[in-house]
T-cell receptor, first 116, second 113 residues
Framework: AQKITQTQPGMFVQEKEAVTLDCTYDTSDPSYGLFWYKQPSSGEMIFLIY??????QNATEGRYSLNFQKARKSANLVISASQLGDSAMYFC?????????????FGKGITLSVRP | NAGVTQTPKFQVLKTGQSMTLQCAQD?????MSWYRQDPGMGLRLIHYSVGAGITDQGEVPNGYNVSRSTTEDFPLRLLSAAPSQTSVYFC????????????FGSGTRLTVV
């Protein structure tokens, strides 16, 4: 079974609108961390946001927020006020368990295109 | 502050050749890892290390070797290159398995012909 599932096909959003990118995960460990990364066409991996499994509040970083629903095992990324520069591939990742031997596992990614 | 440096950026190998992909970080990170990225597959973990002298296998370790003799360096060795190893390779490091994001190198695009 996949640990990280990103099933949306290519996503499109109008500039200045908000968009939600879906991510579900699977783990039996109570201690884990969830990440979102952005990969623009230039290829680099850019860290966006982190959510710990014990965090009481949803993580936010500027225009990025993470809609963490623990019972549903979902960690959706919300991008507000989309910009043309947000066009990229977005990866959800999970680290489990948190600790010295933890591994970071990625989903297959979602392509986001922002229309002017 | 260079971050994570990967060399080379591009490489073409013939089937059966061996080579080493270099990865170095100057952030005193304990945790380092190698991923390969293939279209439609996301990033898959090859090998990782939680400190000097300690390495372990990830999801797709076959055909690759690693060693970690220093905190700074984590080279990835292809023993006998195969066309199936054509991919983009990323090295990543982290200070500790905590809240911080992993820092990625810029990647190495490898083609095996």
């Amino acid at each position: 079974a996949q640990k990280i599932t990103q099933t949306q096909p290519g996503m499109f959003v109008q500039e200045k609108e908000a968009v939600t990118l879906d991510c579900t995960y699977d783990t039996s460990d109570p201690s884990y961390g969830l990440f979102w990364y952005k990969q623009p066409s230039s290829g680099e991996m850019i860290f966006l946001i982190y959510q710990g499994s014990y965090d009481q509040q949803n993580a936010t970083e500027g225009r990025y927020s993470l809609n963490f629903q623990k019972a549903r095992k979902s960690a959706n990324l919300v991008i507000s006020a989309s910009q043309l520069g947000d066009s990229a591939m977005y990866f959800c990742a999970m680290r489990e368990p948190t600790g010295a031997n933890s591994k970071l596992t990625f989903g297959k990614g979602i392509t986001l295109s922002v229309r002017p | 502050n260079a971050g994570v440096t990967q060399t080379p950026k591009f490489q073409v190998l013939k089937t059966g050749q061996s080579m080493t992909l270099q990865c170095a970080q100057d952030m005193n990170h304990e945790y380092m890892s190698w991923y390969r990225q293939d279209p439609g597959m996301g990033l898959r973990l090859i090998h990782y290390s939680v400190g000097a002298g300690i390495t372990d296998q990830g999801e797709v370790p076959n055909g690759y070797n690693v060693s970690r003799s220093t905190t700074e360096d984590f080279p990835l060795r292809l023993l006998s290159a195969a066309p199936s190893q054509t991919s983009v390779y990323f090295c990543a490091s982290s200070y500790s398995p905590g809240r911080g994001g992993y820092t990625f190198g810029s990647g190495t695009r490898l083609t095996v012909v």
